[in-house]
């Protein structure tokens, strides 16, 4: 038996409207990497706040060592010996990988011996980095590299991991699961939190699953299937998207020899873009982030205005567009970032919905705005996507990422485009969210729209796209036909090995 490092009981927590833990209880034991499982809303977040002094339950105990554990504030759970890599990077891009490090620490130390703990830790631990390198300048993948480094100098006893792989190549994923193999063989405990079960399968020792706030089960990830896991998670059997067989239309949206300075000081400029999408086809673009996928969803919706002839939409040139202009031709995005770019953070649905739907769904007249249709309309997307919610009178920033992901996606697809630019559909999305959204894509081109997925997830990619494209650098690959492409030479062109794409077309 494993002796037992934290232990929780009877966690409860509510907010109005909605019971986000109710009386949960497991254990994770020294040495033990434990997977929490659960769909968007189940209360993954809350709980592992909890653990790390950021929310306090209303009831409920937690033990660790053996002595009670109630933090007060995220300080005194990393004194006790708690770290936390989030999802959403906390990093200032100006500054380089020490001085993020430093203001990290209570007491740090002089620059000069923590540049040399940070190359001890991170060679040590097979996640090499140099500690005077700008962030701006880093990877998505050496970025997260920061923010375990960090965690590790506290020479911490519980890890809490939410979604680690989401922004990595396959290659990288296998270097950051042997670092975690390694910190779990000496005594280190991992709470790991991903929606990808293969993964959980390949790495856990023991997953407990939250559904709708509650602990509903356990299992030993290795002696589950994922659809197993799946159906644990949302109480039924999981849908498989399904492929309707569809003619490809004239060509939708082209872009030719298109390059775009990013906006961005620590952007990616696009280099000489080349791209076509038919009607009825799905185009699949993967890439590492920070390669220029922000700069190309902005040059299609028309954040980023190029030369008119450089993108061009039925034959018509619209690249001096603005996005209002491009969606009243049909042109529909939804970028990367939920709370900011994609919905307004502290506005509620309704007026989210109205954000982007006003010229497609008739919500406004004479320049006043149609509260009622607007209301209907977020009622529409709430209902059709199952976005768990109490009504559309919340603000965004209320749900959680996955449903609010939901809410995104669904309020695009509902306006019938002629083609939809999507960069990371299912990104913090539970598998039976990521499949309804996968399936909505499929019905949308099997409709005859044009539809660009852009995204880190390599099999939901390969389970949608007609053809694959790579970004790197701000260079698009040849693009391919995503049929017979395996998940290594996609990893592979996503890292920037340009000639294997070129030996492939």
Known sequence: MTETLLSLRGLTKAYPGVVANSNVS?????????ALLGENGAGKSTLVKMIYGLVKPDSGTMVLRGKPFAPA????????????VFQHFSLFDALNVAENIALGMETPPPMRDLARRIREVSEAYGLPLDPFRTVGDLSAGERQR????????????????DEPTSVLTPQEVQILFETLRKLSSEGTAILYISHKLEEIRSLCDHATVLRLGKNVGECVPRETSASEMAELMVGSALKTPQRAGRELGEVALDISGLS???PSAFGTALKN???????GEVLGI????????DELLGVLSGEILTAPDAVRLDGAPVGQMGPTARRKLGLLTAPEERLGHSA??????????????SVRENLERNGFLKWGAAEDFARRIIEAFDVRTPGPDNAARSLSGGNLQKFVIGREVLQKPQVLVVNQPTWGVDASAASAIRQAILDLAAGGAAVVCISQDLDELMEISDRFAALNEGRLSTPRDAAGLTVEEIGLMMGGAHGMEVAHV
């Open 73 to 84: 504030e995220p300080r005194s759970a990393r004194a006790d010996g708690i770290a936390m």
């Open 273 to 279: 873009v080349h791209l076509t999408v038919r009607k």
């Open 26 to 34: 497991f254990d994770i034991g020294v040495g033990e990497i434990h």
């Open 146 to 161: 920061v923010e375990i480094i960090r965690c590790l100098l506290q020479d911490p006893k519980l890890l809490i991991m």
């Open 344 to 357: 307004a953070p502290d506005m509620s649905l309704t007026e989210n919905a109205m954000l982007t739907g």
């Open 286 to 293: 993967g890439g590492v982030a920070g390669n220029g996928q």
């Open 260 to 262: 775009a300075a990013s």
